[in-house]
Structures are given as structure tokens and as C-alpha cells.
């Protein structure tokens, strides 16, 4: 990995810290399992939509991950394992899908894929914490609706972030 790849990644997961944390304070009025991943839903889906497009190398969203995975693990290791892991199946994933690294259309579906397996994942966490009590309550359709809503919102972020990656690129050539 080059050093202004490395640089940029840095870039991408401080900002992903700073937005995720204003995120994760105002998702705290929303009493809904998995709440905080369908605020974070477009959030995720834009800044690695733009990982994508900067970064057109294999396993960018793995990359990205772990090194944001390794800052929220100071805090909470399980979740640090659990970013980390939905780097690696979402860029696994999005090695199963058509591959034009440049195209907008191709990349934003690839990006959506990390919001979905991140709530995917860390229902699946807190499912396992608390011993089936989520799944046994509710049932498996909201877990399903969820992860497909987390899947549309963070497409729409995904779009967001490289119609903004479009606008910039336009205005400096």
C-alpha cells in the first residue's frame, strides 16, 4: 500500500469517527434494535462509496475497516471485530458482483454492502450477548426489513458521496 492510499484512509476513518460519533449521540433517541445502524446506514454508504472510487484497489472496504475497526477496539473490541469482519464479507461480496471499478452504478451497490453487514453483523452480536432474546421476541421479518432498509439507505449514501465525488472532480479540471 502506497503512502497517500494509507494517508487517505487515515482521512476516511477520522472522518468516520467524527460523523459516526454526532450520529451515535442522535441515534440515541431512537429506542429501535439496530437503531444507530440505519442512522449510520447512508453515512457508512457514502464514505465508503468514496473509499471506492479513490481507492480502486482490491479489498478497499477490508482496508478501510480494519484500521477503523482497530480505533473503535480501544473503546469496545467486540465491536471492532465486528467492523472488521463486515470489511472483509463486504468486500468478499462485492468480489461476486460485476466488476467496473469506475463506474457509479457498479461501485454504490458495493458500498451499500458494508451498512447492511455492519447491522447484520452486530444484531448478530448482540443476539449471541443476550442469549436469543432479539430473535425470540421479535422474530426473524424485522431483522430482515432492517437489514434490507440498511442496505437502500446506505445505497442512497452511496450515490450521495460519489454525485459529491463527481461535483469535485468537475470543479478542479
Not at 471485530?81 to 468480489?95: E, K
Not at 458494508?114 to 424485522?142: E, I, K, Q, R
Request: glycine share 10%; hydrophobic share 55%; no cysteine.
Amino acid at each position: 500500500m502506497k503512502a497517500h492510499q494509507l494517508t487517505f484512509i487515515g482521512i476516511l476513518v477520522a472522518v468516520l469517527v467524527t460523523g459516526g460519533y454526532v450520529l451515535y449521540w442522535v441515534s440515541r433517541f431512537l429506542p429501535v434494535p439496530g437503531s444507530k445502524f440505519l442512522v449510520m446506514a447512508p453515512y457508512l454508504g457514502l464514505i465508503m462509496a468514496i473509499a471506492l472510487f479513490r481507492l480502486p484497489s482490491p479489498w478497499t472496504m477490508s482496508k478501510v475497516s480494519v484500521v477503523f475497526g482497530v480505533v473503535v477496539s480501544l473503546f469496545t473490541p467486540v465491536m471492532g471485530v465486528t467492523i472488521v469482519t463486515a470489511g472483509l464479507l463486504s468486500d468478499f461480496l462485492s468480489r461476486l458482483m460485476p466488476a467496473n471499478s469506475k463506474s457509479f452504478s457498479s461501485l454504490a451497490p458495493k458500498a451499500a454492502l458494508y451498512p447492511m453487514l455492519s447491522l447484520v453483523l452486530s444484531l448478530f452480536v448482540s443476539n449471541v450477548m443476550t442469549g436469543n432474546v432479539l430473535y425470540g421476541a421479535l422474530g426473524l421479518g424485522p431483522f430482515l426489513f432492517a437489514a434490507l432498509l440498511a442496505y437502500g439507505l446506505g445505497l442512497l449514501g452511496a450515490y450521495l458521496g460519489l454525485r459529491i465525488v463527481a461535483r469535485v472532480r468537475g470543479n478542479i479540471a
